[in-house]
């Protein structure tokens, strides 16, 4: 992710959530055995992490990110106000961006699986970063890209609750099935940078996930 983001990853999350249960489920004593399948990996070069990453209370920090496409409090800052505004209307339909956070209306959006549609994650275990979720490939509708995540980038956290492993996702996606708010934090070359988003209008019955 951006409160779309948000909902994006979490999609995400249930999505590799799905990758777990799978296997456990029908057969123990592989998943026992192995890592869960990541059939949502694909193939794509990206960077390691840093060595030597942060504890849980190292600080945050906004990344600069570079690319024109990304929406950051620090990309909109250097911007006069007309082009600022023009910027934040040309947001898709049913996404704002808003006091440093996302916000996304999901009455407005495409569904989660066509929104998210290409994202590729790699499990713990399934990519060169110890814990968290490695971005492989960003959604082809450039919901991430909006919101600076890249190719590369590994989510480590959700709302405070840290993502060591696929079970942490498990719990992750259970918390949060229902909830309106999110953050997902991210680790990049040692860096962490955080993705608030806040969900809208969900229709009734609506919950996070696949």
């Known amino acids: 992710m951006n409160v779309w983001v948000k909902e994006l990853g ?22 026992e055995a192995q890592r869960p399948p990541a059939h949502l990996r694909r193939a794509v070069a990206v960077p390691s992490p840093a060595p030597d990453a942060p504890t849980t209370d190292a600080p945050v920090t906004e990344l ?6 990304a929406i950051t409090p620090a990309s909109l800052a250097h911007l006069p106000p007309r082009a600022r505004r023009d910027r934040l209307r040309a947001l898709p ?12 209306d999901l009455r407005q959006l495409p569904p989660p699986r066509e929104a998210l549609a290409g994202l590729s994650i790699a499990p713990p275990g399934e990519g060169p970063q110890p814990e968290g979720f490695l971005v492989t490939q960003c959604d082809r509708a450039g919901f991430l890209r909006l919101a600076g995540v890249r190719p590369g980038d590994v989510l480590i956290g959700v709302s405070g609750m840290p993502l060591r492993n696929p079970d942490d ?33 969900r229709p009734a019955g609506m919950a996070l996930g696949l």
């Open 169 to 201: 996702a498990l719990d992750a996606v259970a918390r949060l099935h229902h909830a309106d708010r999110a953050t997902f934090e991210f680790l990049r070359n040692g860096a962490r940078y955080r993705v608030p988003v806040e969900l809208v209008n």
């Open 10 to 31: 979490c999609i995400a999350l249930a999505a590799v959530a799905c990758a777990v249960i799978v296997p456990r489920v029908l057969m123990p004593p592989l998943a």
């Open 64 to 69: 600069a990110h570079d690319d024109s496409d």
């Open 93 to 104: 339909a049913g996404l704002r961006f808003e006091d440093g956070r996302w916000i996304a």
